[in-house]
């Protein structure tokens, strides 16, 4: 990383999954994992190639520079970042996710790494941040950007697929339309059973790579969603508690001081009821009947 942290315990948090607090004795529980820092450096990410996006190709508009920052910052380059540094051998995982494969999970990796920009950034402020998330992100920025515009759509979500759900993409073609020499493929990409993206195009190899396209930026929707989803519900829980407690009317405290951990965490990964079995992805990745 080239960075020495000031604070050793941001670092230790940045690198500490809720799994492994779950997994600690109770005499032993306290401290946080890093998913708030996964918040905060998720939008430093945002910040910096934003602005390393805007400063570059100024001759873009957008639109243009919005799919690049999309690419950029994907959790298929997060997570491959992460890979070629070997975070996965630093994170604090209970035993439950290391034995079901957590340390080379995408997004375990991906928000790790954001988790690690987030604690540089509050132990030494954003320019530290700034160079950190250049030289990991944006130093290989027109090899990456190169890759997209050579449609290798389908390498990238092997890869994210692999990581994730330990299994492969599928492709089938669902049409053809129109005659022989101007037929026009339409070709759906699914993953345990589930289609997560389609795609057209004018034989069938350029419809599976639309279709990867596609699945990519499902995945990155979800991503989203689950994280308004998930700050929606600790908001209205967290006005339900107060309420209850008769301590603060409703409408006071701002953001951040709900108490606990957090709510304006917005987790990438859905928690479900029964613990360490598989991160968001899971629960929009069951197999349909």
């Given at each position: 990383?080239?960075?020495?942290?000031?604070?050793p315990?941001?670092?230790?948090?940045?690198l500490?999954h809720?799994?492994?607090?779950?997994?600690?004795?109770?005499?032993?529980?306290?401290?946080?994992?890093?998913?708030?820092m996964?918040?905060?450096?998720?939008?430093?990410?945002?910040?910096?190639v934003?602005?390393?996006?805007?400063?570059?190709?100024?001759?873009?508009?957008?639109?243009?520079?919005?799919?690049?920052?999309?690419?950029?910052?994907?959790?298929?380059?997060?997570?491959?970042?992460?890979?070629?540094?070997?975070?996965?051998?630093?994170?604090?995982?209970s035993d439950?996710?290391?034995?079901?494969?957590?340390?080379?999970?995408?997004?375990?990796?991906?928000?790790?790494?954001?988790?690690?920009?987030?604690?540089?950034?509050?132990?030494?402020?954003?320019?530290?941040?700034?160079?950190?998330?250049?030289?990991?992100?944006?130093?290989?920025?027109?090899?990456?950007?190169s890759d997209?515009?050579?449609?290798?759509?389908?390498?990238?979500?092997?890869?994210y697929v692999?990581?994730?759900?330990k299994?492969?993409?599928?492709?089938?073609?669902?049409?053809?339309?129109?005659?022989?020499?101007?037929?026009?493929?339409?070709?759906?990409?699914?993953?345990?059973?589930?289609?997560?993206?389609?795609g057209?195009?004018?034989?069938?190899k350029?419809?599976?790579?639309?279709?990867?396209?596609?699945?990519?930026?499902?995945f990155?929707?979800?991503?989203?969603?689950?994280?308004?989803?998930h700050?929606?519900?600790?908001?209205?829980?967290?006005?339900?508690?107060?309420?209850?407690?008769?301590?603060r009317?409703?409408?006071q405290?701002?953001p951040?001081?709900?108490?606990g951990?957090?709510?304006?965490?917005?987790p990438?990964?859905?928690?479900?009821?029964?613990g360490d079995?598989?991160?968001?992805a899971?629960?929009?990745?069951?197999?349909?009947?």
């Amino acid at each position: 990383m080239h960075y020495k942290f000031r604070n050793p315990d941001l670092a230790r948090q940045a690198l500490t999954h809720r799994s492994y607090l779950h997994s600690l004795p109770d005499k032993d529980k306290g401290g946080e994992s890093n998913e708030r820092m996964e918040f905060l450096g998720d939008s430093v990410v945002g910040l910096v190639v934003n602005e390393f996006l805007y400063r570059k190709f100024t001759s873009l508009r957008e639109g243009e520079l919005t799919k690049m920052k999309s690419l950029l910052v994907s959790r298929v380059i997060l997570s491959r970042t992460a890979k070629l540094m070997g975070l996965g051998d630093y994170i604090l995982l209970s035993d439950a996710e290391t034995g079901s494969g957590g340390r080379d999970r995408a997004s375990i990796l991906a928000d790790t790494l954001e988790g690690v920009i987030g604690a540089v950034y509050l132990d030494g402020g954003l320019e530290p941040a700034r160079r950190l998330t250049e030289r990991l992100l944006l130093r290989q920025v027109h090899e990456i950007l190169s890759d997209a515009n050579l449609a290798n759509y389908k390498s990238m979500l092997q890869e994210y697929v692999q990581g994730e759900f330990k299994t492969h993409p599928q492709y089938r073609i669902s049409s053809e339309l129109g005659p022989d020499h101007e037929k026009v493929f339409t070709v759906e990409v699914v993953v345990n059973q589930k289609v997560l993206g389609r795609g057209h195009g004018s034989n069938k190899k350029e419809a599976e790579q639309e279709a990867a396209r596609d699945a990519l930026l499902h995945f990155e929707k979800i991503v989203r969603n689950d994280r308004q989803e998930h700050r929606r519900r600790r908001r209205r829980g967290g006005r339900g508690r107060r309420s209850r407690g008769g301590g603060r009317g409703h409408g006071q405290g701002g953001p951040g001081q709900h108490g606990g951990r957090g709510p304006d965490r917005e987790p990438r990964e859905r928690r479900e009821p029964d613990g360490d079995k598989s991160p968001w992805a899971a629960s929009h990745l069951q197999s349909e009947p």
